[in-house]
């Protein structure tokens, strides 16, 4: 693992370039100049949205500033509880030769939340719902056991290089979280599988199989579908399209999001 | 030690509670989601009469694969099909937010339904199998688990579950 702390650094510092401009029917007098945002694919929108909010709240009517705001693109609401590079990879990254979507362009409203979203009144809202992704991936790969034998300050640890974006606080405790045994993994991998329109997908699926050969990349995805996966399609994991010969194992200690996951694109 | 079940105990629990569901005339339905992967939930509406507006209260009971244990999931909607937010639903179950120091993993947290993909709130399963094992009340034993599961959070929302489940 020592070896491949360059990778995690390099997945760590991903960032998308965000331009955020009011949505066209909330402003009132003038319209208000768009901000942009580099933003880390590792964090959550309402934990970057204060100074975007702050921004915009003089525009909107008095009754309004105060609202929770949410995101559209191009007309897809976002949800805030998945991963920022998540988002922009089911919704825009059209893979690496195409960086037509870049700067992201994102319409921030304060009116008519939508009900598919969930509600976040806070950043503890935010903290509750990362603690529990961890603990359901920690479940996923322990059985919940390392996740359940830290104390209240190794959580916070956790959370706290989340959102202040410290890739030393979060690895040094999350380390521990990807401990496996040789020639055995996780028992089971946490991940899910994102399409356009779908539902995301998540099984129990194994690391290794019966005999003791590494699954892949390939292998989750055909277990997934239940059929070969068409070459044609675009998979893509922290804005990466990793070969499909890529161990499971090696992928999901390395490429996870910090709630533990893989969160996998199919378009 | 814990205690957790496998999906096809939690399916012959939850098919033995709607069958004593209408023994006993309450309102629990069994949903059959996906029969080719045996996917089953328990599901309860209820509506009352609640600060002069006529809300709707729905109660899922869902597997959970990655803890092998049942998972209560809930709504409460507005008769203008709103849905009640945080401090709504606490203060309807007269439940208090953590104190600081606690960690704000909330009694019931907003997320994304797992079969539904509906915002729905849901208690959090982390502590439900080593809770179980406190009553030792192991896989093996001839007694429903989702059903005595079922007891503890219900009473924990001071929602009321007939006794006679136990008894019929």
Redesign the interface.
């Known amino acids: 693992m020592a070896d491949d702390k360059e990778i995690l650094k390099e997945i760590w510092d991903g960032k998308i370039p965000i331009c955020f401009k009011l949505a066209e029917n909330e402003w009132r007098s003038s319209e208000p100049e768009e901000i942009y945002l580099m933003v880390s694919r590792q964090s959550y929108f309402p934990l970057v949205l204060e100074k975007v909010q702050r921004h915009f709240a003089e525009y909107v009517s008095q009754t309004k500033r105060h609202n929770e705001v949410w995101l559209d693109y191009n007309g897809t609401n976002l949800k805030w509880h998945y991963p920022i590079g998540l988002l922009y990879d089911l919704y825009a990254n059209q893979g690496p030769e195409n960086q037509s979507n870049i700067p992201w362009a994102l319409s921030v409203h304060f009116d008519e939340f939508p009900g598919d979203l969930l509600h976040c009144e806070s950043k503890e809202v935010v903290e509750s719902f990362f603690l529990s992704t961890i603990k359901e991936a920690d479940a996923l790969k322990h059985k919940g056991k390392i996740i359940n034998e830290m104390q209240r300050k190794d959580h916070l640890q956790l959370w706290n290089g989340v959102k202040s974006d410290k890739f030393e606080q979060f690895w040094s405790m999350n380390k521990k979280l990807m401990e496996a045994s040789e020639g055995e993994g996780f028992m089971s991998i946490p991940f899910r599988v994102y399409q356009l329109d779908k539902p995301f997908i998540q099984k129990l699926f194994q690391p290794f199989s019966e005999s003791g050969k590494k699954r892949t990349l390939k292998d989750l995805l055909e277990f997934t579908f239940g059929e070969t996966i068409s070459s044609s399609k675009l998979i893509l994991i922290q804005g990466i399209q990793p070969s499909m010969d890529t161990p499971i194992q090696w992928l999901s200690e390395h490429l996870s999001y910090p709630d533990n996951f893989l969160h996998i694109c199919v378009k | 030690m ?1 205690a957790s079940i496998p999906r096809s105990v939690f399916n012959n629990n939850i098919r033995e509670i709607y069958s004593k569901s209408v023994k006993l005339g309450d309102n629990w339905n069994l949903v059959a989601f996906d029969q080719n992967q045996d996917i089953f939930y328990l599901e309860k509406k209820e509506q009352q009469l609640y600060q002069s507006d006529i809300i709707t209260i729905v109660y899922h009971v869902i597997y959970s ?3 092998s244990v049942p998972v209560l999931y809930l709504n409460i909607s507005k008769s203008n ?3 009640f ?3 709504e639903i606490y203060s309807f179950f007269n439940l208090l937010k953590l104190d600081n ?6 009694i019931l ?4 339904h ?1 079969i539904l ?3 729905f709130y849901f208690m ?1 399963p ?1 502590k439900t ?1 080593q809770w179980m094992s406190h009553t030792k009340l192991g896989p093996s034993e001839n007694l429903n688990f989702t059903l005595k599961w079922l007891s503890f959070v219900l009473s924990s929302l001071y929602v009321p579950f007939d006794i006679k489940y136990a008894l019929i």
């Open positions: 814990s694969e990655s803890y099909g709103s849905i937010k945080y401090d120091d606690q960690e704000p993993i909330f947290t907003q997320q994304e797992p993909f509906k915002p959090h982390c199998s």
